[in-house]
């Protein structure tokens, strides 16, 4: 079960993070792995990784919020490999501030970020896609799409409409035998959350809201990835796997 090998599989922001941890789960189930970020050292690195622990990785080094940049992107998996077979869009920038503080300029940056670019690569991928009747994308989500956080509204708004998007698309390019579905994160103990992670009180709060009572592992995000991406999950549609150690869940 959950063998990918023959498939090619695009992971953004994979250069770290769960976006790596996810394309290492990829590459072990056998799948041939793009390693996405804007730095082309950092992505080197990754597929280094990748490679060392006997994956198969490239690194394709593009900003998903340049429309040239990822449309050319796509063509270039297009010639190189002439199939996309799986697609992860993980990038996701971060706003904490509060409501007073951010613009509508702002606001809309980050939905270019988190939401079209996603939408984009999508609907690119879809067309390489459709051509084996075959396709899995899934799209990162957050638990600040489920739960009402203080802080992030063009965060939270953003997660919300990938999980919209993510409903959307998987009704659309159901019958091209391609599935749609996102994963939604709890906290994790990443490198981009090292300062919150740092945070005694904030981890004591976080641990006595959430089921398991710990930070999520960024290799706990792995199997949610694989099995998305499998034939195993061939009925699995327009769904949001909550990978969270039950924080959603508990009261
Ligand atoms: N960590 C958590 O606890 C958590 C919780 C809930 C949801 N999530 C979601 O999970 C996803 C990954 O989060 P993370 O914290 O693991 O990773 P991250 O630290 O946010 O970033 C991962 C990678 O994204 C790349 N990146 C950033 N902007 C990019 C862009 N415009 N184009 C291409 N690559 C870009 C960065 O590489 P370069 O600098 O080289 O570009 C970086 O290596 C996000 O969508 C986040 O919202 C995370």
């Known amino acids: 079960m959950f063998d990918l090998t023959g498939k090619t599989a695009l992971v953004t922001g994979s250069g770290r993070g769960l976006g790596f941890e996810m394309a290492k789960g990829l590459a072990g189930a056998g799948a041939h792995v793009l390693v996405n970020g804007r730095d082309e050292g950092n992505a080197a690195a990754a597929v280094t990784r990748i490679q060392e622990s006997g994956g198969s990785a490239e690194a394709l080094v593009f900003d998903v919020a340049k429309e040239e ?54 609907r690119e991928a879809a067309k390489l896609m459709r051509r084996r009747q075959w396709g899995r994308i899934i799209n990162m989500s957050a638990l600040a799409s489920a739960l009402g956080l203080i802080h992030g509204p063009s965060y939270a708004s953003s997660k919300g409409g990938l999980e919209g998007l993510t409903r959307m698309l998987a009704t659309a390019l159901g019958p091209d035998g391609i599935t749609v579905n996102a994963i939604s994160p709890g906290f994790f103990a990443t490198e981009t959350n090292a300062e919150m992670v740092a945070d005694q009180a904030l981890g004591e709060k976080l641990h006595s809201r959430t089921a398991l009572g710990r930070w999520g592992a960024p290799h706990e995000i792995a199997g949610a990835a694989v099995f998305l991406a499998s034939e195993e999950a061939a009925y699995v549609t327009g769904q949001v796997l909550t990978v969270d150690g039950g924080c959603e869940a508990h009261f």
Do not use: C, K, P, W
């Open 69 to 122: 940049q990822r449309l050319a992107a796509l063509a270039s998996i297009e010639s190189a490999h002439g199939r996309l077979d799986i697609l992860i869009n993980n990038v996701g920038m971060r706003d904490r501030r509060s409501v007073d503080e951010i613009s509508a300029d702002d606001y809309q940056a980050l939905l270019q970020v988190n939401l079209t670019s996603a939408f984009v690569l999508a």
